[in-house]
């Protein structure tokens, strides 16, 4: 018994890093430098340039292509290609990932409460520690805006 258990339990763990993988595959982005001060005139305070990441995602205009190419990249192995949570690497997770084609769970979420489930991770906002966190996305609200778009075109 033991050996059959093994037989399903090492090709599981070998898709479940797989996905984890896929899912922080993509090229890191270093990030942006902050913006210098602003130079002042003469007797006046230097004003401060504003952050990068301040701006708020649903204020961003979608990079839908750079949001696909990261979906197939990154999501794929666990959500799937039709985003049904279905995906190679699901087979071998438990709980399941998020099926984005159920209305109910589509109504029961903001734009912003799935934007940060995509930066920050599942853990940060009470779901699965499975669901990696995509810090290099904090400065690229235009692909997370492109992603939560996605996401919302799943539901059936």
Not at 74 to 79: D, S, V
Not at 121 to 136: E, Q, R, T
Request: with cysteine; proline share 8%; charged share 20%.
């Amino acid at each position: 018994m033991n050996q059959a258990f093994n037989a399903i339990r090492i090709p599981a763990l070998a898709l479940l890093l797989a996905g984890t993988m896929a899912c922080g595959s993509e090229k890191k982005d270093s990030g942006s430098a902050e913006p210098a001060a602003t130079p002042a005139a003469k007797g006046t305070p230097a004003k401060a340039a504003p952050k990068a990441d301040t701006k708020p995602v649903a204020a961003a205009a979608a990079d839908d292509e750079g949001a696909k190419a990261l979906f197939a990249a990154r999501c794929t192995a666990c959500h799937g290609d039709s985003g049904k949570g279905d995906g190679p690497g699901s087979a071998a997770l438990n709980p399941k990932p998020q099926d984005y084609t159920n209305a109910e769970w589509q109504a029961s979420v903001t734009d912003e409460d799935i934007s940060a489930a995509i930066v920050k991770g599942g853990l940060a906002v009470g779901k699965s520690a499975i669901m990696p966190a995509n810090p290099d996305l904090k400065n690229k609200p235009a692909v997370v805006k492109g992603l939560v778009n996605m996401i919302r075109d799943f539901e059936e």
